[in-house]
């Protein structure tokens, strides 16, 4: 049985941060420490009721309490369903609530389902392993260094590789999931954020804005859709010190693999060579404008 997320975090220092955010009412910064969101995710799951160890749904309304939904359900509920922002239909097993439940004091390998954007057909749900969503992250001790921004929303896909990235490397998370962009590079600027992931058009959009020049990243991101060789260029300008990296991931197979040399699309010999737990192969000759 693997560890649940919740073991995972308690390994880190009580005192760091672990996520910050603005509080809608009236602007202010609120810091949460690790050892408060472990505290918070046990006190939850004291209240996690006997249907809900079978499956459960993780609507998006708080940063805090979405979070905290996590740690407190991963281990605990065999299917955890991250509801997106629009309506889609759940399985019929996930509804019926006669399904006999899981055993009361039973750890589980809990199965992460997260909802396609539905931007090639209707949305469908997928189901990953906590192994799986976490086999790139890194954890060595320099990562938790880091401050890394939240831009996407945390129960897509790219945004829940950025939380848990953070969460496992005892980083800090700095939720600017919402917001215009000016916005959000106030935020991000504000709170010290030196790790941020982005798609290529978010990233250019940031570019256009002055503020960006006053992030200071140590490291980049990008993934989900194709990205060009100038932004590559100008990114990297922007931020010689940074590392760069190009994630080629989607919501169904997860993370595929990643680029870090500085150039569009990827070297050729994957085409023939297995990478990670993937294997690519060409399927079509035909150039697309």
Not at 67 to 93: H, K, N
Not at 257 to 266: H, N, T
Request: proline share 4%.
């Amino acid at each position: 049985m693997a560890a649940c997320l919740l073991e995972l975090i308690q390994q880190h220092p009580g005192a760091a941060i672990a996520l910050q955010y603005c509080d809608p009412a009236d602007g202010s910064v609120i810091k949460i420490s690790y050892q408060q969101l472990t505290t918070a995710a046990q006190l939850k799951r004291q209240q996690i009721s006997q249907q809900q160890r079978y499956n459960v749904t993780l609507p998006y309304h708080q940063f805090t309490d979405f979070i905290v939904g996590l740690l407190a359900y991963d281990g605990v509920c065999a299917a955890l369903y991250l509801l997106p922002d629009q309506q889609i239909e759940l399985p019929a097993e996930q509804s019926r609530s006669t399904r006999p439940a899981a055993a009361k004091q039973s750890a589980v390998d809990s199965r992460w389902y997260l909802a396609t954007s539905g931007t090639t057909g209707t949305p469908k749900w997928i189901g990953h392993s906590l192994a799986q969503l976490t086999k790139t992250v890194n954890t060595k001790a320099s990562s938790s260094q880091l401050c890394w921004g939240l831009v996407y929303q945390p129960f897509r896909f790219a945004g829940l590789q950025v939380v848990l990235q953070s969460l496992l490397s005892g980083a800090c998370l700095i939720d600017a999931s919402d917001g215009d962009i000016e916005q959000r590079l106030d935020m991000l600027v504000q709170a010290g954020v030196t790790a941020l992931s982005a798609t290529p058009s978010l990233w250019r959009q940031f570019l256009f804005s002055s503020k960006v020049t006053a992030l200071h990243l140590q490291q980049l991101t990008l993934g989900g859709e194709i990205v060009d060789q100038p932004l590559l260029n100008r990114l990297k300008q922007l931020f010689p010190q940074a590392q760069l990296r190009h994630i080629y991931a989607s919501t169904e197979a997860g993370v595929a693999f990643a680029v870090s040399d500085g150039q569009a699309g990827f070297p050729r010999r994957y085409l023939t060579r297995a990478i990670m737990i993937c294997s690519l192969r060409l399927i079509s000759n035909s150039t697309y404008g």
